[in-house]
């Protein structure tokens, strides 16, 4: 069963990791998507892995802190799809690793101008395209990180994502009549460029209950239910893909 037929997305942070395992699983399940990143050869890369397999998809090579980008990708599913129905707004930035009062002002707003300011113009764009044909579905990507724990040396992160529930529900106040929906989908540990080493990788798993961290594609199933019809009644929730690391700490 295909779940998105005849829908049009957009992803941002496309090019690898989250994004990228939510653009091929989007676009078997039907939707056409616009892919966006900022790095053009791995971008172009995942539309032709999507192309070959079938799908529908384009990229736009963009720095999601700047408005003219979350614009032009909105256009571009206007124009080439139709209308736009789906936003997964993925994009993030992990940052400076250091303690607070080491943190320069440039690098926590750096931080959160990728983690949140980012989500801001990104829903500011695609709103009024939902709104056109009565119905949409926002998915931000946040982390445990901010919302369930602390980590040392990661408070601009952790403030960012911790901002992002904010937004989605004073989205989900201002645009749930009307029939747009918006929630945050907070994984847990999962295996991407963000993730470090080996060995960072395996303190990771052991903060969580299942003792290991997520494939990208496990994520991306999650955004794929939120995308979807099948979270029709769902807005302005969190949908914990964590591994148990929010209801227990071992």
Request: glycine share 12%; aromatic share 6%; charged share 15%.
């Amino acid at each position: 069963m295909k779940l998105l037929d005849s829908k049009a997305a957009i992803i941002t942070g496309a090019s690898s990791g989250i994004g990228k395992a939510a653009a091929t699983l989007f676009a078997a399940h039907g939707a056409a998507v616009v892919l966006v990143a900022r790095r053009e050869g791995p971008l172009d890369s995942a539309v032709a892995e999507i192309e070959d397999l079938g799908g529908r998809a384009l990229a736009i090579v963009g720095d999601v802190t700047e408005e003219r980008t979350h614009k032009q990708a909105v256009a571009a599913a206007r124009a080439e799809f139709g209308g736009l129905h789906i936003a997964f707004n993925n994009a993030g930035l992990v940052g400076a690793m250091k303690p607070l009062t080491e943190i320069e002002p440039r690098e926590w707003s750096k931080v959160l101008a990728v983690n949140l300011t980012a989500a801001f113009l990104g829903a500011r764009a695609q709103i009024p395209a939902m709104l056109e044909q009565g119905a949409g579905a926002l998915v931000f990507t946040g982390s445990f990180v901010g919302n369930s724990v602390g980590l040392p040396g990661m408070c601009p992160y952790a403030a960012a994502k911790a901002g992002l529930m904010g937004l989605v529900r004073g989205i989900t106040a201002d645009y749930a009549a009307a029939g747009i929906r918006a929630n945050a989908l907070l994984p847990g540990g999962t295996a991407t460029d963000m993730a470090g080493d080996a060995a960072q990788r395996e303190w990771a798993a052991g903060l969580h209950a299942m003792k290991r961290i997520a494939n990208p594609e496990e994520i991306a199933q999650a955004a794929l239910f939120l995308a979807s019809d099948m979270s029709s009644f769902v807005t302005g929730s969190a949908l914990w893909a964590d591994g148990g690391n929010a209801a227990v700490k071992l």
